[in-house]
């Protein structure tokens, strides 16, 4: 240990520690926050049910894809610097959000929104691990780092409901300038960065260009799917497109000197087999939270407060989960038996979710909420920690970054394909009930009291509509379930790594690295 000198502690540690959360907790709340304002968006933008998953996925999947490509930008060009653009950034793509005059100016602010994320979050990571050099110090920093992480996707959620209920659904989008601003305030006079750390190596253009094209194409393929049919010539070329861009990707990453991946990171068995287990159950995630939002809101009738309310139970259970079993047991109990039964059990609340009816009670759907947090908070934390099992420590940055990306991608492909899953179902349901369009009432057309049998068909056409989506929804939510389930088998099948066996020092020098998520650079 004698080459692993610990420097001089940072004395404004605890303050970059707050400005770090806030930037992390702006990026996090943008990916539900939106969720619960896209109805009220939906209908002041006027696009279709097909495209509101782009409003979404556009933020993803701009996030997920450049994610590797911003932690090397950090790396060349400095963090504080990085940080503080990713902040400006995020700010101004924000206020063009919430500035939209029409759905393809909301998506591309999205669109930016992510780009500029892909800056902030490996950034912010990276200042981090280099502002708490003490084992303990940095346990409790990334435990708290967490903690904000995990429990910002909820605030979002609530945020969103009040921001959209008692102002304006484009308030969703302005509340990040303000939380920019002190965030940018705090990194020009709180935040330092040690001199020197800078990695002098080439980027590998061939490779961001590579693996960013083959998502989108893939996430692009999905939400054709949904319009053109799984069979059609475009969803077919779209996956086909991807399936050989990421294979050039790989192929690339092997060659170059200096690649965006080394593949190492992702070929040993405990930490890919964290990455696909973390991806799958995001999916399942993902789409759950987009279904049971419209669900609340346009079946059972909730206002924005109330659904992201309803939401509360669910991050009390994930809260619990991720601090008194996760974080608790990690360290003492191998990953597998954490993450496979967490992921179980977020699958039995999943179940719950699927028995939702046109007029099912919040009673009924508060069960699957819990057990969905409690499993998923129980599976993350030591997720977290197989990032960097065993990693050399030129590498935990990447390494760190591929758990956002296999998230954030998840994320993305969980929501167009299930949002295809779900819009199929409900066309299904509608033909073979024989339901009924909705009539429409002609533009201009003078209004004229209609007669009681009217109503009663006009009544008896809009249960089938509602019967539709909800059979729609309880499609997706099975498929969901069955993400959590694979997700669950692959964590018990593949990872050996966690508990005792990952304890050892950070930069101990013989490749390994704490059992927390660090970013070494």
């Given at each position: ?32 926050i ?20 782009w ?85 409790k ?23 959209t ?7 969703t ?39 960013s ?104 259970g ?40 046109v ?41 760190s ?58 009544h ?55 059992d ?6």
């Amino acid at each position: 240990m004698s080459d692993n000198v610990v420097p001089q502690a940072d004395p404004n540690r605890w303050k970059t520690l707050g400005f770090l959360g806030l930037a992390q907790l702006m990026v996090v709340l943008d990916a539900t926050i939106v969720n619960i304002a896209l109805p009220t968006a939906q209908k002041a933008l006027h696009f279709s049910d097909t495209n509101r998953s782009w409003v979404i996925t556009a933020y993803a999947l701009a996030f997920g894809g450049l994610l590797l490509f911003g932690g090397r930008i950090s790396d060349m060009w400095g963090r504080r610097r990085t940080f503080i653009t990713g902040l400006i950034g995020f700010a101004g793509a924000s206020a063009i959000g919430g500035a939209s005059q029409s759905f393809a100016m909301l998506v591309g602010a999205r669109a930016l929104q992510g780009v500029f994320g892909a800056l902030l979050a490996p950034a912010a990571l990276s200042l981090l691990t280099v502002t708490f050099t003490e084992a303990k110090e940095r346990a409790k920093a990334f435990g708290i780092y967490g903690a904000i992480a995990g429990g910002g996707g909820a605030l979002g959620l609530m945020l969103g409901g009040v921001l959209t209920q008692y102002l304006n659904w484009r308030w969703t989008f302005y509340i990040n300038v303000p939380f920019a601003i002190i965030a940018v305030l705090g990194a020009l006079f709180v935040i330092r960065e040690p001199a020197g750390g800078l990695n002098r190596n080439r980027l590998d253009i061939p490779g961001v260009v590579l693996v960013s094209a083959g998502l989108v194409s893939l996430v692009y393929g999905f939400t054709e799917a949904s319009e053109k049919g799984w069979g059609a010539s475009l969803t077919i070329g779209l996956f086909i497109a991807a399936a050989v861009l990421l294979i050039a990707f790989v192929i690339v990453e092997r060659t170059v000197k200096a690649p965006l991946l080394p593949l190492r990171v992702v070929l040993d068995r405990n930490r890919g087999g964290s990455y696909l287990a973390l991806g799958l159950a995001v999916i399942g995630m993902f789409g759950l939270f987009l279904f049971l939002t419209y669900y609340m809101q346009n079946i059972l009738q909730y206002t924005p407060v109330t659904t992201g309310f309803a939401f509360l139970p669910m991050v009390a259970g994930m809260i619990t989960g991720s601090t008194q079993i996760g974080a608790r047991l990690m360290n003492r109990v191998p990953a597998r038996w954490l993450m496979g039964p967490g992921f179980v059990v977020a699958a039995m609340g999943m179940l719950i979710l699927t028995q939702i009816k046109v007029d099912t009670s919040y009673w009924q759907i508060l069960p699957g909420l819990v057990l969905m947090g409690l499993g998923m908070g129980t599976a993350f934390m030591p997720a977290m920690s197989l990032a960097t099992f065993r990693v050399r420590p030129t590498d935990a940055g990447v390494a760190s970054a591929m758990v956002n990306t296999s998230q954030q991608v998840g994320g993305a492909i969980g929501t167009a394909a299930l949002s295809t899953v779900a819009t199929s179902a409900t066309n299904a349901y509608i033909s073979s009930h024989h339901v009924p369009p909705i009539p429409q009432v002609p533009a201009g057309h003078p209004a004229t009291p209609p007669s009681p049998e009217m109503m009663q068909k006009m009544h008896e056409i809009m249960a089938g509509h509602a019967q539709a989506a909800v059979a729609g929804f309880s499609h997706a939510i099975w498929w969901s379930f069955g993400f959590l389930l694979v997700a669950a088998a692959i964590a018990t099948a593949l990872l050996n790594g966690g508990g005792k066996a990952n304890i050892v020092a950070a930069g101990s020098g013989d490749g390994e690295v704490a059992d927390v998520p660090v970013m070494a650079h």
